[in-house]
């Protein structure tokens, strides 16, 4: 694996240069989500594609950008879109950011994605923290990485999502109005979205709502000791007893809707990091 870290100091090299060593803070936004981006004070921008070994976003409704800006006083990197298992990339392809945010420095990562809920009680537009996983993925972006540059091949997951950021969410979301919730997300492959029989197994496994990403790249955070949070925008409801169909353009939709909201909670936790 000696391919990945010539890949990831190059890539670093890159972004050095660009001034991308300079962050504090990391923030990966999901599908539909990126009005965050409209308060940065942006000081560059560089598309995926110009990025050494970076994938490409593939999916329309990701931006695909790397920005580098200020919020405040703390400088950040926000990834304007993600890269899926469902795309036909690796999950180290996946999880390349992930690492590559840490080693520019990045001190803490906040995510966010698009999820279907299948606790009852969540809605459409809903914000949920979550506070734990489950991986259904069918393959694990620590896989075959035996070198000790990669960071712990057994890293513990006990806690993968960092208290102190979740309750800064939590407390923020508080301050401002806005009511979020908690739970616990199940990471499928996709793309296609679940049957009823699917949604009654995850639900059963203890899961409050389904997504396509973000698990993967929270291991690798806690592989290479990178805190992260993350919050889930509850774009669909998965009762397989009331199951209509949805489509992808109704997802977006939604999290259009809620974007407003997720945006002002990360605003305020951003700020107080720096």
Do not use: W
Request: hydrophobic share 40%; with cysteine; charged share 20%.
């Amino acid at each position: 694996m000696n391919l990945l870290l010539d890949q990831l100091n190059e890539t670093k090299a890159f972004l050095s240069k660009e001034g991308f060593n300079t962050a504090t803070t990391g923030v990966i936004l999901g599908t539909g989500l990126s009005e965050l981006v409209n308060y940065i004070a942006a000081e560059k921008m560089i598309p995926y594609h110009e990025i050494p070994h970076f994938p490409l976003s593939t999916v329309e409704f990701h931006k695909g950008n790397m920005i580098l800006g200020k919020i405040g006083k703390t400088t950040v990197i926000v990834m304007q879109g993600r890269f899926h298992y469902y795309e036909g990339y690796s999950m180290q392809q996946i999880t390349f950011p992930v690492r590559l945010l840490k080693m520019l420095g990045v001190k803490q990562l906040l995510l966010s994605n698009a999820a279907g809920g299948m606790n009852l009680d969540f809605k459409k537009g809903d914000l949920v923290i979550i506070e734990d996983h489950i991986n259904t993925q069918t393959e694990n972006p620590l896989r075959g990485l035996t070198d000790d540059a990669f960071g712990s091949r057994f890293p513990d997951m006990s806690c993968p999502y960092d208290p102190t950021l979740s309750e800064k969410l939590f407390a923020s979301a508080r301050a401002l109005g806005i009511n979020m919730k908690r739970g616990v997300y199940v990471a499928v492959n996709g793309p296609n979205l679940e049957t009823r029989a699917e949604y009654k197994y995850l639900k059963a496994a203890g899961a409050d709502m389904v997504g396509m990403s973000t698990v993967p790249e929270v291991i690798v955070a806690n592989q290479v000791g990178l805190p992260c949070a993350a919050v889930s925008v509850i774009t669909d409801e998965c009762d397989p007893d009331n199951l209509l169909p949805v489509d992808i353009a109704e997802i977006i939709a939604v999290a259009g809707k809620a974007d407003k909201y997720l945006s002002s909670i990360f605003l305020e936790v951003i700020k107080q990091l720096g």
